[in-house]
């Protein structure tokens, strides 16, 4: 079997393709991932690649776990899926002893501790918070490739750190970083940038190494990124790259679209395929993203392969966001008591918002329905003290032969942990242990009574490497930023309101498209249903609809059924 047969003719017209620059246009819901494995898949198949001299570029550690496991599933083993700062990090280390004569300094572990140390020089004594916004600040300069002078002419400040004493802190940060012998995150990038560009047999050994690269989200690279990534092309032109312009979320950490969108300019040769099939979502939550990024530089026309019959999005207005909180609380409630005919597992829920703050009246408006949610972004999964700890037991029990079957055995391990078969009450720590060893006794029950203890663990051990974390049962809370790249059956995105979405300090037009795209990664999370609400307040403050639901227009959204009963009203829209 072709590694192409799965794919449909976009697809396949994308993975084909092995040789020279391509760039495929990939919209939300397209299958992008499926494209990039079948690629390399094919390139193997074909006696075109050699594994070990295929880079695929990602922007995360799990997207990287991810394709790995992808490509092992399919027999392809040894193609190098990282990050561009892990594959940067493995050449410095590999080549700094030949070319500097030592080893390579340490990478800083803390940032923030740093610049409150170098500020103590200066005499400042900037908050934590300050010296948060000032390392953002550092990391944009250097993703952006701007010298510290390139800085001054800004003429920035963050908080109570005026322009002059900014630069003269960064300049600081530098030197101690020098004086300690350390390399930042993003120095990372610009070392190995500089080491390929002075160090002629640097760069032919890489060259010689990887010979084809893939680069994934290739819309959010910064310029130090793609500069990265020319060193490591030199003059060869086996690149692919996959992107779509209407997700890119991180201009403020350096990201930019232009060298997605001006791919073609830059490879007049270059093969473009536009994937706009759309796997994921129902046909009336595509109008909604489509209506939204309508006449948007690079925005992709999203086409559904599902069938009518699916639910039209609403909006609703509420009073205040105690009362948006609550009326999304009972709504859920409702999906999962299947009181208007869709029955919902809390797994298949996922509530979204523009910040961090939003969460906790959606939290304590679904613990007082006695519904358990999860917040995405916290700990991870197999990082979870109880998870590590169920891990390591079920390898200790291994050791000792069981007469009970594989399931029975997992389950009596974690017993001796704990773990009970009622739920504690929705809310608090022990509510998401439980969760945790839950999704543990799942996942073997999903294994079959031939597996094994020690097995079991293993193949928990190698998730973890891959970052491949299972699905917790709960109600998922998660920023629009947080989201990015997952999907639910139902979806509800809060906050529709301007000063949250779009953000009250997103004043300028490109701020406010960055905002209008964040949006349009929420929407395109949802599978079937998708509900939009607002609040017309907050304490004292009172709140308009966001603009951009009068973008979408009322054509493909309809009023939600805001009652007395959650505390809700019509939408005046």
Known sequence: MSALDALDPAQRQAAEIVRGPVAVLAGAGTGKTRVIT??????????????????????????????????????????????????????????????????????????????????????????????????AQIEWRKVTMRSIDDYRTLDRGVGAVGADALVDLMAAYEKLKDERRQLDFEDVLLACAGMIESEPRVAVAIREQYRHFTVDEYQDVSALQNRLLELWLGKRRDICVVGDASQTIYSFTGAEARFLLEFGARYPDATIVRLERNYRSAPPILDV????????????????????????????????????????????????????????????????????????????????LGIAAGVLGGTRFFDMPEVRQAIMAIRAAAVAPSERGFASAVRDVLRGLGHTDDAPEAGGALRGAWEARQTILRLAEDEGENATLRGFADRLLARAKDQHEPAVRTVTLATLHAAKGLEWPHVFLIGASEGLLPISYASSLEGIDEERRLAYVGITRAETSLSLSWSAGSGRSTRQASRFLAEIGTDTLRAGDGTASDGGRRSPR
């Open 38 to 135: 079948h690629r390399i898949a094919y390139g193997v198949e074909e006696g075109t690649y050699t594994p070990n001299r295929v880079l695929a570029l990602t922007f995360t550690s799990k997207a990287a776990g991810e394709l790995r496991g992808r490509l092992r599933a399919m027999g392809v083993v040894g193609v190098q899926a990282k990050t561009f700062h892990a594959a940067a990090l493995a050449q410095l280390n590999f080549f700094w002893p030949t070319v500097a004569g030592d080893t390579a300094p340490k990478i800083v572990d803390n940032k923030v501790r740093l610049l409150a140390h170098a500020a103590e020089t200066l005499r400042l004594r900037p908050d934590t918070n300050t010296l948060r916004d000032i390392a």
């Open 289 to 368: 993203a489509n209506a939204l990024m309508r006449d948007r530089p690079g925005a992709l026309r999203l086409r559904a392969t599902r069938g009518e019959g699916d639910p039209v999005p609403t909006v609703t207005a509420y009073a205040d966001d105690e009362a948006e909180a609550a009326g999304v609380a009972r709504r859920i409630r409702d999906l999962l008591d299947g009181a208007h005919g869709t029955v919902a597992t809390p797994g298949e829920i996922a509530v979204l918002y523009r910040s961090h703050a939003q969460s906790a009246l959606v939290q304590q408006a679904l613990a007082q």
